[in-house]
């Protein structure tokens, strides 16, 4: 889901008014993952786990050929590796214009503006799909690309199919569809796993869709470990 440090998250969604609407809904586990930035994951992650719920650390990057990836990392200092690669791929000279996008500010838990980001958030990193998951990889993340199934910023419609060649962890699907229909028209991505996520812009869309997981705990490992199928974790969407 996105908070207000996304260009195209409500003005409501501050991580405090996110972990309280989980709660609500009863998730187990939840991801802030806001455009090309991963400043809100720290109080995310600190918050939810007063309420009782694991967040995961990672952020929605777009390469250099628009295609939205999910990145997720085990823990802080990865995630501040990858803030810095982040950083170092945002577009030179350009600006957000919150007239046109919105706004994009860092809050704490009291909603309290600490920071205006500057970089347009909602644009292309110049980092190539290849070179993103080279160094999620490397950092110990996992790499999904995003809603492959939408009409823009998915590496399907980007691109017009997901290479063979490329290590992805699994592949994400929006609330519009399901894998059972997707796959109809996709059949050679039947050995990738699947999740299926809200992408929640307002806080009512916190929950509305989600990924059932047949793991021990809810964490980053067993998160991986479902991916992969081992021990009898699994994912359960259909």
């Known amino acids: 889901m996105h908070s207000v440090l996304s260009p195209c998250g409500s003005l409501d ?12 809904v009863g998730l187990d586990i939840i991801a802030v993952t806001d455009h090309n930035s991963t400043l809100h994951c720290k109080l995310v992650q600190e918050l939810a ?36 690669f982040l950083e170092q791929h945002y577009a030179v000279g350009q600006r957000n214009n919150p007239a046109l996008f919105g706004f994009q500010v860092v809050v704490d838990r009291d ?29 110990g993340g996992l790499f999904i690309p995003a809603h492959i199934n939408k009409s823009k910023f998915s590496i ?7 290479p063979s060649d490329l290590p992805i962890d699994g592949v994400e699907i929006s609330k519009h569809t399901s894998k059972k229909e997707f796959l109809k028209k996709n059949d050679y991505l039947q050995k990738y796993p699947f999740i299926q996520n ?21 964490n980053f490992d067993e998160l991986r470990k479902a991916l992969l199928g081992i021990g009898g974790r699994t994912i359960l969407v259909e």
């Open 156 to 162: 399907i419609s980007q691109l017009g199919f997901i």
């Open 111 to 139: 909603d309290n503006i600490l920071q205006e980001v500057d970089a347009p958030l909602i644009s292309s990193l110049t980092v190539s799909i290849d070179n993103l998951e080279k160094e999620v990889h490397r950092l």
């Open 49 to 84: 786990a007063e309420a009782g719920i694991v967040a995961l650390l990672g952020a929605e990057v777009t390469t250099r050929e628009e295609v939205h990836c999910l990145a997720f990392f085990p823990e802080h200092e990865r995630l501040s590796n990858f803030q810095l």
């Open 13 to 24: 969604m501050s991580p405090t008014a996110i972990v309280a609407q989980a709660k609500e």
């Open 198 to 218: 809200s992408d929640a812009h307002i806080l009512e869309g916190i929950g509305e869709i989600y990924t059932p997981l047949m793991v021990e705990e809810p």
